[in-house]
């Protein structure tokens, strides 16, 4: 049997053209296959084929005629819109036409419409004003007949209606019809006022009110008539009626202000029973303050700020228990006692304002004055609660010429303070010398007295009313700093031929002791509130770049950084100085040291006892007593970085001038390491748990130079074969790290020991 091998033949898609014969392909490879068998299926599936064939040609006749059919009807459907839309069109033209005929013929009924309407209007407008005036007039005759039959209360509340009548008629151009209902209200707010004030006064007289002696003889008044019942209910009444004739009051009074350059805040006017119980005490104050009166002195303004204070406390208990309850049961927010001390401290205000220009030149007084009223006000604030929202004498010293005053006053008295504090003989000893605990800082008595100054300053203008004139304080602040530390700097230089003295000690912990204490103040709210006043001041001024808005928005700088940078600068310039000094006397005790015959020196086993080289008792006694010294005139923070600085530079001293510059035999090596051991290291035991971190170089060259033979040999091997790869660009440093840091050798670099290796004199023939 003939086997005939038929080979498949491929058909490619191709993408860019029809992919009719990749379909085909795939259509007989998938319905037919490598089975001849079913080549007997062909006469079905030709069958089937053409009858899509067939059905694929009916659909597309079918959508060829639909589709001018479509067409057709959208034509039709426009043609029928367009007709109605004439039709529309037209309608709308006849309409228009009849409305314009239809307004041409009312045109005259419109204009005899609008005159009866503005007639109309006008009735109504003259009826609207007869009413206001006849309901004003019923009112009036109100309170008339409410006054024959002696109803007092309904009289005032009748008037406190009828003002708040005016209140609304404010907005009319009635002007005469203002004036009526003006007019009324202040006839019968007098005759009601008159009346009430009257009673209310004869009320306070039997409570035998003002109380202007000492706080024991008001029980006697308050407690000893048999009336007092009936008293009380008396001045509860009256106190009430008078707080209806409030409103008419505030209409008819403009209260007393001052001029606009104290920029007061704003504040109601104080209520009517309450300006009536204090008329006796504004007559006395007046009596006694202003005029010509003996008691009437510039300088004295502690006379009428002590009465104000007494007159608050003499008053309050009355206020609190008998006032305040008047004024809850009639559902006012009004608190008496404090209404009481801010219409006697408006009192203050108005003579401050007066008598401060008389004095703004005469520095002694006026720097009383400020004095005497920071001591009021802190008085009326702790003991009298009095808020910070009202008016108070701060706004008045806040005055332009009165502020800028204040300012020259405060810097001149403090730069004089300051004279006085470093001319004093006492200016560099410490006041807690002799008290352990206290005198941690070592502090001398100049930089305390000055940061105590700084400190009152703060307390005098901290209840400033704006942050601007906090700011100029502060700014202030910043320039006595800076003044102190030129100074300070100007007697470190006379003192700097003795740089471990005692006053050139003093200065640095005089220093420190302010910039720890200005930095402490920086995390102060006080302070951190005044750098969020800075940052506003400086976004809207632009007076600072985006990176210093940064870090003042961020809290990582603060108002005093600039202070304390200068502060710490001088700080380090003054250690650095004092470690120069003793160095340079270590380095001249060390002479001697530098020439020991390292080579020459007995071993370790042919010692009986390990001693000290004597060679090196100079340097480490020259140590030992600079840093007794030192530790007993720094205090413990600047003593710490003293000793850590200069232990770094005998470190590196050692190590470069004496371990490197010679050889050393086994004996060399061991006293060299028994020296530094058992002798340098203790020195410093006594600041630190472990002094050897300190000296590590000394440590571990020390370490290197006291190897045995076989660790020694085996190390140098070690960092020969690093060298060797590394040159030959196969690194394998980490083996040769590894090897010094199981020796604990971690600071020197692996030249560096390499160099140690051969400062080693005994090494044994190996033959090579």
């Given at each position: 049997?003939?086997?005939?091998?038929?080979r498949?033949?491929?058909?490619?898609?191709?993408?860019?053209?029809?992919?009719?014969?990749?379909?085909v392909?795939?259509?007989?490879?998938?319905?037919?296959?490598?089975?001849?068998?079913?080549l007997?299926?062909?006469?079905?599936?030709?069958?089937?084929?053409?009858?899509?064939?067939?059905?694929?040609e009916?659909?597309?006749l079918t959508?060829?005629?639909?589709?001018?059919?479509?067409?057709?009807?959208?034509?039709?459907?426009?043609?029928?819109?367009?007709?109605?839309?004439?039709?529309?069109?037209?309608?709308?033209?006849?309409?228009?036409?009849?409305i314009?005929?239809?307004?041409?013929?009312?045109?005259?009924?419109?204009?005899?419409?609008?005159?009866?309407?503005?007639?109309?209007?006008?009735?109504?407008r003259?009826?609207?004003y007869?009413?206001?005036?006849?309901?004003?007039?019923?009112?009036?005759?109100?309170?008339q007949?409410y006054?024959?039959?002696?109803?007092?209360?309904?009289?005032?509340?009748?008037?406190?209606?009828?003002?708040?009548?005016?209140?609304?008629l404010q907005?009319?151009?009635?002007?005469?019809?203002?004036?009526?209902?003006?007019?009324t209200?202040?006839?019968?707010?007098?005759?009601?006022?008159?009346?009430?004030?009257?009673?209310?006064?004869?009320?306070?007289?039997?409570?035998?009110?003002?109380f202007?002696?000492?706080?024991?003889?008001?029980?006697?008044?308050?407690?000893?008539?048999?009336?007092?019942?009936?008293?009380?209910?008396?001045?509860?009444?009256?106190?009430?009626?008078?707080l209806?004739?409030?409103?008419?009051?505030?209409?008819?009074?403009?209260?007393?202000?001052?001029?606009?350059?104290?920029?007061?805040?704003?504040?109601?006017?104080?209520?009517?029973?309450?300006?009536?119980?204090?008329?006796?005490?504004?007559?006395?104050?007046k009596?006694h303050?202003?005029g010509?009166?003996?008691?009437n002195?510039?300088?004295?303004?502690?006379?009428?700020?002590?009465?104000?204070?007494?007159?608050?406390?003499?008053?309050a208990?009355?206020?609190?228990?008998?006032?305040q309850?008047?004024?809850?049961?009639?559902?006012?927010?009004?608190?008496?006692?404090?209404?009481?001390?801010?219409?006697l401290?408006?009192l203050?205000?108005?003579?401050?304002?007066a008598?401060?220009?008389?004095?703004?030149?005469?520095?002694?007084?006026?720097c009383?004055?400020?004095?005497?009223?920071?001591?009021?006000?802190?008085e009326?604030?702790?003991?009298?609660?009095?808020?910070?929202?009202?008016?108070?004498?701060?706004?008045?010293l806040s005055?332009?010429?009165?502020?800028?005053?204040?300012?020259?006053?405060?810097?001149?008295?403090?730069?004089?303070?300051?004279?006085?504090?470093?001319?004093?003989?006492?200016?560099?000893?410490?006041?807690?010398?002799?008290?352990?605990?206290?005198?941690?800082?070592?502090?001398?008595?100049?930089?305390?007295?000055?940061?105590?100054?700084?400190?009152?300053?703060?307390?005098?203008?901290?209840?400033?009313?704006t942050?601007?004139?906090?700011?100029?304080?502060?700014?202030?602040?910043?320039?006595?700093?800076?003044?102190?530390?030129i100074?300070?700097?100007?007697?470190?230089k006379?003192?700097?031929?003795a740089?471990l003295?005692?006053?050139?000690?003093?200065?640095?912990?005089?220093?420190?002791?302010?910039?720890?204490?200005?930095?402490?103040?920086?995390?102060?709210?006080?302070?951190?509130?005044?750098?969020?006043?800075?940052?506003?001041?400086?976004?809207?001024?632009?007076?600072?770049?985006?990176?210093?808005?940064?870090?003042?928005?961020?809290?990582?700088?603060?108002?005093?950084?600039?202070?304390?940078?200068?502060?710490?600068r001088?700080?380090h310039?003054?250690?650095?100085r004092?470690?120069?000094?003793?160095?340079?006397e270590?380095?001249?005790?060390a002479?001697?040291?530098?020439?020991?015959?390292?080579?020459?020196l007995?071993?370790?086993?042919?010692?009986?006892?390990?001693?000290?080289?004597?060679?090196a008792?100079?340097m480490?006694?020259?140590?030992?007593?600079?840093?007794?010294?030192?530790?007993?005139?720094?205090c413990?923070?600047?003593?710490?970085?003293f000793?850590q600085?200069?232990?770094?530079?005998?470190?590196?001293?050692?190590?470069?001038?004496?371990?490197?510059?010679?050889?050393?035999?086994e004996?060399?090596?061991?006293?060299?390491?028994?020296?530094?051991?058992?002798?340098?290291?203790?020195?410093?035991?006594?600041?630190?748990?472990?002094?050897?971190?300190?000296?590590?170089?000394?440590?571990?060259?020390?370490?290197?130079?006291?190897?045995?033979?076989?660790?020694a040999?085996?190390?140098?091997?070690?960092l020969?074969?690093?060298?060797?790869?590394?040159?030959?660009?196969?690194?394998?440093?980490?083996s040769?790290?590894?090897?010094?840091?199981e020796?604990?050798?971690?600071?020197?670099?692996?030249?560096?020991?390499?160099?140690?290796?051969n400062?080693?004199a005994?090494?044994?023939?190996?033959?090579?």
């Amino acid at each position: 049997m003939a086997t005939v091998a038929v080979r498949k033949k491929e058909v490619t898609r191709d993408l860019d053209h029809c992919d009719i014969p990749y379909y085909v392909s795939e259509f007989v490879e998938r319905e037919v296959g490598n089975d001849y068998d079913s080549l007997k299926k062909l006469d079905d599936l030709i069958d089937k084929l053409s009858e899509n064939k067939k059905q694929l040609e009916e659909q597309v006749l079918t959508v060829s005629s639909e589709v001018p059919k479509r067409i057709q009807n959208a034509l039709k459907n426009a043609e029928d819109s367009k007709k109605s839309l004439s039709q529309l069109l037209e309608e709308e033209a006849l309409l228009s036409n009849s409305i314009n005929s239809h307004l041409l013929k009312a045109q005259p009924w419109v204009e005899d419409l609008d005159v009866l309407i503005s007639q109309v209007e006008e009735i109504e407008r003259h009826l609207a004003y007869l009413k206001w005036i006849s309901r004003i007039e019923e009112l009036s005759d109100s309170i008339q007949q409410y006054l024959m039959t002696n109803n007092v209360p309904e009289a005032a509340s009748t008037l406190a209606f009828m003002a708040e009548l005016d209140i609304k008629l404010q907005e009319s151009s009635c002007s005469h019809l203002l004036a009526f209902v003006r007019s009324t209200v202040k006839f019968w707010h007098k005759i009601l006022k008159d009346k009430l004030s009257s009673d209310f006064e004869e009320v306070l007289t039997q409570l035998r009110w003002p109380f202007v002696g000492p706080p024991q003889s008001q029980a006697v008044g308050l407690a000893a008539p048999a009336s007092a019942p009936d008293v009380y209910n008396n001045l509860e009444m009256l106190f009430c009626q008078l707080l209806k004739l409030q409103t008419s009051d505030e209409l008819l009074t403009k209260p007393k202000q001052l001029p606009e350059k104290y920029s007061l805040p704003p504040s109601p006017p104080i209520i009517l029973p309450i300006q009536i119980m204090l008329n006796p005490l504004q007559k006395r104050f007046k009596y006694h303050f202003t005029g010509n009166k003996q008691t009437n002195v510039l300088n004295k303004p502690e006379w009428y700020l002590t009465q104000v204070l007494m007159w608050i406390g003499n008053h309050a208990k009355f206020l609190d228990d008998k006032i305040q309850p008047i004024l809850d049961k009639a559902g006012s927010s009004v608190n008496a006692g404090l209404e009481f001390s801010r219409a006697l401290v408006m009192l203050i205000l108005e003579k401050l304002a007066a008598d401060i220009p008389c004095l703004l030149y005469d520095d002694t007084l006026f720097c009383h004055l400020v004095d005497e009223v920071l001591l009021f006000e802190r008085e009326l604030y702790s003991v009298h609660g009095y808020l910070s929202s009202f008016p108070s004498c701060m706004h008045i010293l806040s005055e332009e010429s009165c502020f800028q005053r204040w300012l020259t006053v405060e810097k001149k008295f403090a730069l004089q303070k300051m004279d006085s504090m470093l001319s004093s003989e006492a200016a560099w000893i410490s006041q807690y010398k002799d008290i352990t605990d206290v005198d941690e800082m070592k502090v001398p008595d100049c930089a305390e007295t000055f940061m105590t100054l700084l400190l009152v300053i703060t307390d005098r203008y901290k209840n400033l009313p704006t942050a601007s004139r906090k700011l100029q304080f502060l700014g202030l602040q910043k320039e006595l700093v800076d003044d102190f530390r030129i100074r300070l700097t100007q007697v470190m230089k006379e003192e700097t031929r003795a740089s471990l003295g005692f006053r050139y000690c003093a200065i640095l912990n005089a220093v420190n002791y302010i910039a720890t204490v200005l930095a402490d103040w920086a995390d102060n709210v006080f302070f951190l509130q005044l750098q969020q006043a800075e940052l506003e001041v400086c976004a809207e001024s632009n007076a600072v770049s985006k990176l210093q808005l940064g870090q003042l928005a961020s809290m990582e700088s603060s108002v005093f950084d600039d202070m304390i940078n200068l502060l710490e600068r001088l700080k380090h310039d003054m250690l650095t100085r004092q470690v120069d000094h003793v160095f340079r006397e270590v380095k001249d005790a060390a002479k001697l040291y530098k020439k020991e015959r390292w080579l020459s020196l007995p071993s370790q086993a042919e010692q009986a006892v390990m001693s000290l080289s004597s060679t090196a008792c100079p340097m480490l006694l020259t140590l030992r007593d600079r840093l007794l010294q030192l530790e007993q005139q720094l205090c413990h923070s600047l003593f710490k970085i003293f000793w850590q600085m200069l232990a770094e530079k005998v470190d590196i001293y050692i190590y470069q001038e004496i371990i490197m510059a010679n050889h050393f035999n086994e004996g060399g090596a061991a006293q060299l390491q028994f020296d530094m051991s058992r002798n340098l290291f203790p020195l410093f035991s006594h600041y630190c748990k472990r002094p050897e971190n300190y000296f590590k170089h000394i440590k571990e060259a020390c370490i290197i130079l006291n190897l045995n033979i076989g660790s020694a040999l085996l190390l140098k091997d070690v960092l020969q074969s690093a060298s060797e790869n590394e040159t030959t660009f196969k690194p394998n440093q980490p083996s040769a790290i590894a090897a010094l840091n199981e020796l604990g050798v971690y600071k020197l670099a692996q030249k560096d020991v390499e160099i140690l290796l051969n400062l080693r004199a005994s090494w044994p023939n190996t033959g090579k």
